[in-house]
């Protein structure tokens, strides 16, 4: 479904991403993560061309990245990004966020698309907010609509970039549960976070970057047990104790 | 004296009339064509496009940095040298949407700015072509922003089409000008002609000052 | 246009615009020193509690803001004489630019104090600063750095309004253009020349702008 082989992305001189080589099957779920500046945010944004790079390939869903404007386009509607700031379009209601890209995107008539937003803003649990404006919604409610507005392209693949780093602790787990069911239903993720229970609940596989590099990558069991590499052991104690 | 005089300045109140409606039909039709041609000004000023960006903002530049008297003898004379006649009004509409868009350009281009970069990176990933991420999430937000300095830019151009009396045009400026010919009593004439700006103005002030305190209100 | 340009009409007329230029600097530096003067003084009575104090402050800066400087500067050149006060048109033009100009620079250090934080006035107060003190030492310090910018604007502004002056038979860059133009039927290199000469002093001051605004970045802001 991913097919990373011999990345390379430079900010000037700064070497961002170097020499990354993955491969995520459909229906895998991935968890990256690393210290901050490590390259993981980068890493997923060039998944869905909002980073470009300068050396080696990138294929997701059979498309090669760098190619058309209209091909990424055609791509980006089937891979869905979650950000970390959720940035949900202010001016719009929530049923409004997640309508906007069916309509003018895939086309999809005005009523079927609100069929679908209303289903899928339930299934999140905000069947009541679907008339509130994001700066009356709470961060986890915002990430939720988020996320639904993501899912109501009907992507093969989703991102998501720290999505729960920006929320109150005791919201993080509203948007975890959303995201484990969406893992049992057999989407394909890439998720870059720090919530290890998360990684060891859903993922199949673990990602450690630092300096831009993979540095480690294993099943969860493996990866949190018996950790190969000195800065992976270093990282995980320094996450896990908190 | 005085009630007499104020009589007489009554007596002209078909001038006054004539200079209010001038004023009036001038500024909304500039303000019309300034706001389309500014927009346009802005999308190019915050675009992608470096070099038409910088061909534009040296355009802008040259509007902004003269004055607008200059502006109009630059439209009103060297615009027949170069085959393009223009009545009065014309040459006055002409100038006044041209510098209202430079301005009202340079508005909108800040407010697009000041959209997060989130907002149509969203959009994007969502499979948005540029043109509809401008459309329906980048501009919306923006022209909320700029709202307030919008209209702060109206009352300026109310204020600039007084300018115009320079080439003949009897806008209110000009009324007052013809009425104190006859009225000698400047104090009197300018202070019912400058009333007269200040009904019109002061209204567009109080909503533009009214529109900015409730933007920081939701801000914060 | 710009290729059938006479530029020996425009050397020819050089001394004319450098006068009209020297006579805008000249009328437009005596108009913001009086603003200065006129905008400090507004502005301090704005801010004041006493509504005798204030009212008139306010009255005069909406006032302003709600009429053209065209209409005022008519309103004193017709209404002085009247009053009995005959002075040059210069001394007019440059009443008027003040008095124009007062307005906005009262808006702008107002906003530049109402910007500092409660928080500060507190700090001064908890500390036994008097009114006067606290004004000094920490308000005005503080409220100066935002205002620079804008009056730097405020001033481009008042050049350009400087022109204004041309119609109550002030000599300077506008008239002498005018001049050139109607004279020798020459608009375009009247008119283009003293354009430039305005957007000598435009770039000036926006470049002065520029490198004050970068010179003075608050530490810890990009």
Redesign the interface.
């Known amino acids: 479904m991913i097919e990373f082989s011999s990345l390379n992305k430079w900010f000037g001189a700064l070497h961002v991403l170097s020499d990354i080589s993955l491969s995520v099957a459909k229906g895998e779920v991935v968890v990256v993560c690393g210290p901050s500046g490590s390259g993981k945010s980068t890493l997923i944004r060039c998944v869905n061309g909002l980073e470009p790079f300068q050396k080696g390939k990138l294929i997701v869903d059979g498309t090669e990245l760098g190619g058309s404007e209209a091909s990424l386009r055609d791509l980006r509607m089937e891979v869905g990004f979650v950000f970390q700031q959720f940035n949900l379009y202010p001016h719009k209601t929530a049923l409004e966020n997640v309508t906007l890209a069916p309509v003018h995107v895939r086309k999809l008539s005005k009523a079927a698309a609100e069929e679908r937003g209303r289903a899928l803003l339930e299934k999140v649990g905000l069947a009541d907010k679907m008339e509130n404006y994001p700066h009356q919604l709470s961060g986890g409610q915002q990430q939720r609509v988020a996320i639904a507005r993501s899912l109501a392209m009907q992507p093969k693949i989703m991102l998501f970039d720290e999505p729960t780093s920006a929320l109150d602790p005791e919201m993080i787990n509203e948007v975890l549960d959303v995201m484990v069911s969406l893992a049992n239903e057999g989407m394909t993720m890439m998720v870059v976070t720090h919530e290890m229970g998360f990684a060891r609940k859903v993922a199949d596989r673990v990602m450690f970057m630092d300096r831009g590099a993979i540095v480690e990558i294993a099943a969860p069991e493996t990866f949190f047990t018996t950790p190969k590499n000195d800065r992976t052991r270093d990282f995980l104690s320094k996450v896990l104790q908190h | 004296m005085f009630w007499m005089q104020l009589d007489r300045v009554m007596g002209y109140w078909p001038v006054l009339l004539k200079g209010i409606s001038m004023t009036v039909s001038l500024s909304i039709l500039s303000l019309m064509i300034g706001v389309m041609l500014g927009f346009a000004f802005g999308m190019i000023r915050a675009g992608r496009n470096r070099m038409l960006a910088q061909i534009v903002g040296l355009y802008v530049?040259?509007f902004?940095?003269?004055?607008?008297?200059?502006q109009v003898?630059?439209v009103f004379?060297?615009l027949p040298?170069?085959g393009i006649e223009l009545s009065a009004f014309a040459s006055g509409v002409v100038a006044l949407s041209n510098v209202a868009a430079c301005f009202i350009g340079e508005i909108v281009a800040s407010g697009i700015k000041a959209v997060?970069l989130?907002?149509s990176?969203?959009?994007?990933?969502?499979?948005?072509?540029?043109v509809?991420q401008m459309r329906?999430?980048v501009l919306?937000?923006a022209v909320?922003i700029v709202t307030p300095a919008l209209v702060g830019q109206f009352?300026l151009l109310?204020?600039?089409?007084?300018?115009v009396?320079?080439i003949g045009l009897l806008d209110?400026?000009r009324s007052?000008?013809v009425i104190?010919q006859s009225v000698?009593?400047?104090?009197l004439?300018?202070?019912i002609?400058?009333f007269s700006?200040?009904v019109i103005?002061?209204p567009l002030?109080y909503l533009s000052r009214r529109m900015e305190r409730r933007g920081q209100a939701?801000i914060l | 246009m710009l290729g059938n340009l006479n530029t020996r009409v425009m050397l020819e007329y050089l001394p004319d615009i450098w006068q009209g230029f020297l006579a805008t600097l000249m009328l437009s530096a005596a108009g913001f020193a009086g603003a200065m003067i006129i905008g400090i003084v507004a502005c301090a009575l704005s801010i004041q509690p006493l509504r005798w104090l204030r009212g008139p402050a306010v009255v005069y800066v909406d006032a302003i803001r709600a009429t053209p400087l065209l209409a005022q500067l008519y309103f004193l050149y017709f209404g002085l004489p009247r009053l009995g006060i005959l002075v040059p048109e210069m001394v007019i033009g440059v009443i008027a630019l003040s008095l124009n100009s007062g307005a906005y620079v009262a808006e702008i250090i107002r906003s530049g104090i109402l910007s500092i934080p409660r928080g500060q006035v507190e700090a001064g107060k908890s500390t036994g600063m008097t009114y006067l003190q606290r004004m000094r030492l920490i308000i005005l310090p503080q409220a100066i750095r935002p205002t620079v910018s804008p009056l730097i604007g405020q001033a481009i502004v008042l050049i350009k309004d400087s022109s204004l002056l041309s119609l109550i038979s002030v000599v300077e860059l506008t008239r002498a253009g005018q001049m050139i133009a109607i004279d020798r039927f020459m608009p375009i290199e009247g008119l283009v020349a003293t354009a430039l000469a305005y957007l000598v002093l435009y770039y000036l001051l926006k470049l002065l702008a520029g490198v004050w605004v970068y010179q003075n970045r608050l530490p810890g802001r990009a």
């Open positions: 530049d040259f902004r940095g003269t004055p607008f008297l200059l003898f630059i004379f060297i040298e170069i997060p989130g907002q990176e969203a959009a994007a990933s969502s499979g948005f072509t540029r509809q329906h999430i919306p937000q909320r009352v109310i204020k600039d089409s007084s300018v009396s320079a209110l400026t007052g000008w104190v000698p009593n400047g104090l004439v300018f202070g002609i400058g700006y200040f103005c002061y002030i939701t």
